[in-house]
């Protein structure tokens, strides 16, 4: 089956299942590479593989941009079509705005209260990653970080599960599967941090802001709330780790 033909077959899927197993690919190649680097040792390559964190995720951003680039430009979706235009009445910039008002917010929760919670969470009652171990991990280079989270993150994300997902789901299932199912697969996307964030991100973050996009007709909300976001995130991560 040509890779044509498995895009038509999947639509929309492949584009939304595709994401969390890339991510599992770019970190077996990794592992590989560590544990060639190690002979083997598998301590070694673990700590390492932590270490990498922050690379593996711009890699993983860069592969999705292009993957997206594709998908679109063989489906002939536009722009517009992925919600990029602030619609009728509405001035992109206030759209813009409204996002930064909740993302700015959301951020700062996220650091000082969800993920202390989730720790806890993860610490009492169990998950298959180490309680905290995701942000002393995100840390670790704080430059591949940034771009990966501020600069690509955003936009890769809310073309795939907002503008796309959102896009080709809302005829098949409505507004309320839609949502549901393209928070899902956002979450399954954060599967390398554990069950609970998975949860987290999904009902936190997804569910929201695929609520914003379907009400306001748009993704330019749910990019600028996820873009400040991650800003804050990556802002306040670093001065801890100062």
């Known amino acids: 089956m040509s890779t044509d033909e498995l895009l038509k077959r999947n639509r929309p899927w492949f584009l939304l299942w595709f994401p969390p197993v890339l991510f599992l690919l770019v ?43 594709v998908v679109f430009r063989r489906q002939g979706l536009t722009l517009s079509d992925l ?5 009728v009445g509405k001035e992109a910039w206030k759209e813009l705005a409204i996002g930064v008002l909740i993302g700015a917010p959301l951020g700062v929760l996220w650091i000082y209260l969800i993920e202390p919670i989730l720790s806890m969470i993860q610490s009492t009652v169990g998950d298959y990653v180490p309680a905290g171990s995701l942000f002393p991990a995100l840390g670790a280079a704080i430059i591949p970080f940034a771009i990966a989270d501020v600069l690509l993150a955003p936009l890769v994300e809310e073309n795939i599960y907002r503008g796309y997902g959102m896009t080709k789901l809302l005829p098949r299932f409505g507004a309320t599967g839609a949502i549901l199912l393209s928070s899902l697969f956002f979450g399954l996307l954060h599967w390398s941090g554990g069950f609970w964030y998975v949860l987290t991100t999904g009902i936190i973050v ?37």
């Open 206 to 242: 997804g569910i929201p802001f695929a609520i914003l996009r379907q009400r306001r007709g748009n993704i330019l909300v749910p990019f600028a709330a996820h873009l400040t976001l991650n800003l804050v995130e990556t802002l306040l991560l670093w001065l801890m780790q100062m």
């Open 27 to 69: 970190i077996v190649v990794f592992s590989i590479y560590f544990g060639a680097q190690a002979q083997g040792d598998v301590t070694v390559i673990a700590e390492k593989t932590a270490q990498a964190t922050p690379y593996i995720l711009l890699t993983v951003q860069l592969l999705l941009l292009v993957t997206q680039f």
């Open 83 to 87: 919600g990029w235009q602030a619609g």
